[in-house]
Structures are given as structure tokens and as C-alpha cells.
T-cell receptor, first 113, second 114 residues
């Protein structure tokens, strides 16, 4: 079993729908949780950064962390075709860049116009 | 502000040949990372530098991979000799400032070994 599990999809939804992306993890030492977006043939781009449990909202994006269940989510409201990309969850035990990130496989998201 | 720069963007070589990748991090970022991303997978850490010191190279296959970060700025990752299984995207990332774990990624070098 990998440390971070993420459904690779593809996940296809119509434009305007609410998208829910999820990851589970097994390492209870993880405290920092991130979501990256990766377009084809590009490097990952940071979308959301959360420390410990709770919610964080940024525009159309909401990140949720439930450490008791070892479960994190990313919600995208009013989805747009430009949101079509691969979404990678990532996590680490230490802040300040003190360790590398452990990534999920990524979920390929397709927003249909 | 310029982002992380990597070159070349694409490289095709035959197996057993050497190859090198170059990374220039964001100005002022002391921490530099090399990741490998296989097709359909998330990036996996190969090595992490704090300035010029490799502080975590536990995942670097040292029989054929080597890396250096002279003067604590640019970095080079080398493979010699390359194997078919080394085909992947090699990503460089950098981060700076304590208390913040934001890693900024470059566009990557896509390596194909024939």
C-alpha cells in the first residue's frame, strides 16, 4: 500500500458542476497538505496549502483536511473548461521545506463545455 | 520574478549513454529538490539540497545517478549509464524561507531512453 492513495480517474464533469477530488494517506506524521495542478507537459503548480485539520477557501477552491480519518479533499465550484488538468495531492511531515513532498498519483479531471 | 528554469526540455538518448539535466532555482531559494515523475504517477523525490549540501539523497540510485549543486545555486542531475526504465520527466523544485513549505516546480525535462 502506498503512503498516499488517489484515484487517477479520469473524472469527467459538465461545465459549472462542483468537483470533488480526494486523497487518503497512511502516515500519521503528515501535517502539511497541498494540492497542485498540472497541465499536460508542464510542471506542477501550487493551488492550495493547508496545515493540520480544517478548511481553507481561495476563490472557487476549497481544501479540507480531516486528520482523524487521514482524508483530504479539494472542491472546485463553478468548474470551467480551463480547470481541465491533473490534480495532485501532496503532503509532508515538516514545514519550512525541511523534507520532500509525498505525492498521490494525480486525478485527471476533464470539464466538458 | 522568474520561475524555476530547467534545460533541456526534452532529451532522447540510447540506453547506456550518459545524460545531464540542469536546473536554475528561483533567486534566493536555498532549498532545491529533484523529483522524478513516471507516466501516470506523482513526482517522487530523488534528492534535496540545502544550499550546496545534499541533506537527503536516500532515494537517489547512487550506482548510476549523481547530482551536484556547486555554489548553492544551479544544480545538475546526471545519469550514467541510462537504462530504459529511466524514461520519465525529471522535475526540479525550489523553496525559500523558513516556516513555509511551498515548493515551486520547473517545467521538467522529459527523458526518453531508447
Amino acid at each position: 500500500q502506498k503512503e498516499v492513495e488517489q484515484d487517477p480517474g479520469p473524472l469527467s464533469v459538465p461545465e459549472g458542476a462542483i468537483v470533488s477530488l480526494n486523497c487518503t494517506y497512511s502516515n500519521s506524521a503528515f501535517q502539511y497538505f497541498m494540492w497542485y495542478r498540472q497541465y499536460s507537459r508542464k510542471g506542477p503548480e501550487l493551488l492550495m496549502y493547508t496545515y493540520s485539520s480544517g478548511n481553507k477557501e481561495d476563490g472557487r477552491f476549497t481544501a479540507q483536511v480531516d486528520k482523524s480519518s487521514k482524508y483530504i479533499s479539494l472542491f472546485i465550484r463553478d468548474s470551467q473548461p480551463s480547470d481541465s488538468a491533473t490534480y495532485l495531492c501532496a503532503m509532508s511531515a515538516q514545514g519550512g521545506g525541511a523534507d520532500g513532498l509525498t505525492f498521490g498519483k494525480g486525478t485527471h479531471l476533464i470539464i466538458q463545455p | 520574478e522568474a520561475g524555476v528554469v530547467q534545460s533541456p526540455r526534452y532529451k532522447i538518448i540510447e540506453k547506456k549513454q550518459p545524460v545531464a539535466f540542469w536546473c536554475n532555482p528561483i533567486s534566493g531559494h536555498n532549498t532545491l529538490y529533484w523529483y522524478r515523475q513516471n507516466l501516470g504517477q506523482g513526482p517522487e523525490l530523488l534528492i534535496r539540497y540545502e544550499n550546496e549540501e545534499a541533506v537527503d539523497d536516500s532515494q537517489l540510485p547512487k550506482d548510476r545517478f549523481s547530482a551536484e549543486r556547486l555554489k548553492g545555486v544551479d544544480s545538475t542531475l546526471k545519469i550514467q549509464p541510462a537504462e530504459l526504465g529511466d524514461s520519465a520527466v525529471y522535475l526540479c523544485a525550489s523553496s525559500g524561507g523558513r516556516g513555509l513549505n511551498t515548493q515551486y516546480f520547473g517545467p521538467g525535462t522529459r527523458l526518453t531512453v531508447l
